[in-house]
Nanobody
């Protein structure tokens, strides 16, 4: 299983970005997917997650109402639409996969996810 996050970049406060996660090596619908982010010197923190079917999602309080996660199992892609960005959203963003039979339907717990991709940097400038 491999994941690759993309779509990061530099954006101004209040702007929007859409991150993509390309999944390969197995049918995507076997896995729940999570987005996490990390700032140098800090622990990796959860952002959002989506169930294997796409029916259920969960978000960290810090992004609730601003970020929207979705998936398209037919093309093995997962997305994170980020709106109304602020400087606190600056981080490297990672997508991760957890086998649906081993973790809850939706999970914001880092350790529930076994497979991780390389991250993409999001920088929000003021």
């Amino acid at each position: 299983v491999q994941l690759q996050a993309s779509g990061g970049g530099l954006v101004q406060v209040g702007g929007s970005l859409t991150l993509s996660c390309t999944f390969s090596g197995s049918p995507l619908d076997y896995y729940a997917i999570g987005w996490f982010r990390q700032v140098p010197g800090k622990e990796r923190e959860p952002v959002s997650c989506i169930s294997y079917s796409g029916t259920n999602t969960a978000y960290a309080d810090s992004v609730l109402g601003r970020f929207t996660m979705s998936r398209d199992n037919a093309v093995n892609m997962v997305y994170l639409q980020m709106d109304n960005l602020n400087p606190d959203d600056t981080a490297v963003y990672y997508c991760a996969a957890g086998w649906r039979g081993l973790i809850p339907d939706v999970s914001l717990t880092v350790n529930d996810y076994r497979f991780w991709g390389q991250g993409t940097l999001v920088t929000v400038s003021s």
